[in-house]
């Protein structure tokens, strides 16, 4: 469970994390990187959709909601019958808190920006 965000770091269970961070059901992968900085593409995505299979992917944009969601992303997310919910940060963790409570939930969060 995500315990709160603040600019630059995110707490869950208990650690505090000051990298981008993937969040699924059985870990957290911090120093998360995406291969265009602001963008997020199907490369960035894809190994943890694959292995994971959730039903909703929540992506916290940055603070200020930098991050876009590129529309060929979107699309690999669709066809995988992926719930995409894309939310500056400050809000996505909290409503990934909420549907992690009722489905398979993966969280993609850029904590800076």
Same mark, same amino acid.
């Given at each position: ?6 600019? /630059?770091? =995110?707490?869950? *269970? /208990? @650690?505090?994390?000051?990298? *981008?961070?993937?969040?699924? %059901?059985? &870990? ?5 990187? !995406?291969?265009?900085?602001? &963008? #997020? ?6 190994? @943890?959709? &694959?292995?994971?299979? %959730?039903?909703? $992917?929540?992506? /916290? ?8 969601? #590129? ?11 992926? !719930?995409? =919910?894309?939310?500056?940060?400050? *809000?996505?963790?909290? !409503? ?10 993966? /969280?993609?969060?850029? $904590?800076?920006?």
């Amino acid at each position: 469970m995500i315990e709160n965000y603040s600019f /630059g770091k =995110i707490v869950i *269970d /208990g @650690v505090s994390y000051r990298s *981008d961070v993937i969040v699924t %059901p059985q &870990e957290v992968i911090s120093n998360w990187w !995406r291969r265009k900085g602001h &963008e #997020l593409c199907i490369a960035d995505i894809c190994k @943890v959709v &694959e292995e994971y299979q %959730p039903e909703i $992917l929540v992506v /916290g944009t940055g603070k200020f909601g930098l991050m876009k969601i #590129l529309p060929e992303t979107e699309d690999f997310l669709q066809e995988r019958n992926v !719930r995409l =919910i894309v939310l500056k940060t400050g *809000d996505a963790w909290k !409503r990934f808190n909420s549907e992690s409570a009722q489905a398979q939930v993966v /969280g993609a969060f850029h $904590l800076t920006c």
